[in-house]
């Protein structure tokens, strides 16, 4: 939703690095701030980081971040970074102990939904973390099995080149089907509806914004009596993407997970029983 503070001018304020004491250089003219920055290119060094609206632990989650995202910061303080996440602009705090100056660029990707990382090349070593789909990296090694990252492996065939993108983003979706809900999320241990949308898109190489009520803006309108698998529909605060023509597959409060449905079950719920009517049907071209 818009932020209404006179500084802000009426943008965005999810998507405007922009506060009454700094803001982003790039924004001189267009918002109202004491000075004005250049942004430090940051990358995420931890495997998840939420991104908060406020400093503070108990501010709720916007969104989250995975290892290797960029993040260009313009203000820190107390541990908190304050910037704007580069990959679909999200504006946020961030933990200061999470990130890293940004060196070399990452060359592989995470395609699976979940992959994990041991302390040697060995499966019968106990994994120490996770990483998740779209995870960024640059193995120092890439062997027959493994890939060294940081001192720690992974499983090679869980990675692929970071241009090599998955050639039917519907069926990267359902890869994360049963995976539980969780808001702000975009990992398979806690996803919602736009971060469903996000990521599998993403590995298609297609950039999608973060929040649904942003991603009506994906494709174009179609009628609502003609779906087709990949289509995306849309209410208040909801996004589902069509698996068939009579199929919906989306993450939801409603079963507190990643499930399929009849979509005239899913449309007689919302529409009917909490009165939120379909607000646009969004098909992207094809690839």
Same mark, same amino acid.
């Given at each position: 939703m818009a932020d209404g503070s006179d500084f802000l001018r009426g943008a965005d304020r999810r998507l405007t690095p922009a506060r009454p004491d700094v803001a982003a250089a790039k924004l001189r003219g267009q918002v109202d701030a004491a000075r004005f920055v250049?942004?430090?290119? =940051?990358?995420?060094?931890?495997?998840?980081?939420? &991104?908060? %609206?406020?400093p503070d632990p108990q501010a709720g @989650?916007?969104? @989250? &971040?995975?290892?290797?995202?960029?993040?260009?910061?313009? +203000?820190s303080a107390d541990g908190w970074v304050w910037g704007q996440a580069t990959r679909d602009g999200y504006v946020g705090y961030v933990p200061e102990a999470a990130l890293a100056l940004a060196t070399a660029a990452p060359t592989h990707e995470v395609a699976v939904p979940t992959t994990h990382l041991y302390p040697k090349a060995s499966i019968k070593t106990e994994p120490v973390a996770a990483l998740w789909m779209t995870s960024r990296i640059a193995p120092t090694a890439?062997?027959?099995?493994? +890939?060294? @990252?940081?001192?720690l492996y992974l499983p090679a065939q869980h990675l692929v080149p970071v241009d090599e993108t998955a050639p039917d983003w519907v069926a990267v979706a359902e890869t994360f089907l049963h995976a539980p809900y969780v808001w702000g999320g975009k990992?398979? +241990?806690?996803?919602?509806?736009?971060?469903? @949308?996000?990521?599998?898109?993403?590995?298609?190489?297609?950039?999608? %914004?973060?929040?649904?009520? =942003?991603?009506r803006t994906l494709g174009e309108d179609v009628p609502a009596d003609d779906l087709?698998?990949?289509?995306l529909l849309f209410w208040q605060g909801h996004v589902g993407i069509m698996a068939d023509a009579?199929? &919906?597959?989306?993450?939801? +409060?409603f079963s507190m997970q990643v499930m399929r449905e009849p979509v005239a079950v899913t449309r007689k719920r919302i529409?009917?029983?909490l009165g939120l009517p379909l607000l646009t049907v969004r098909r992207l071209p094809k690839s």
């Open positions: 250049d942004g430090t290119a =940051m990358t995420v060094k931890a495997a998840i980081i939420p &991104l908060r %609206p406020a @989650v916007d969104t @989250v &971040l995975l290892y290797g995202e960029d993040f260009d910061a313009y +203000a890439i062997g027959d099995e493994f +890939a060294e @990252v940081g001192g990992t398979a +241990a806690g996803i919602d509806c736009s971060g469903l @949308v996000q990521i599998a898109l993403a590995r298609a190489g297609i950039d999608a %914004p973060r929040d649904s009520d =942003m991603q087709r698998c990949g289509d009579e199929t &919906l597959l989306h993450a939801t +409060a529409e009917g029983g």
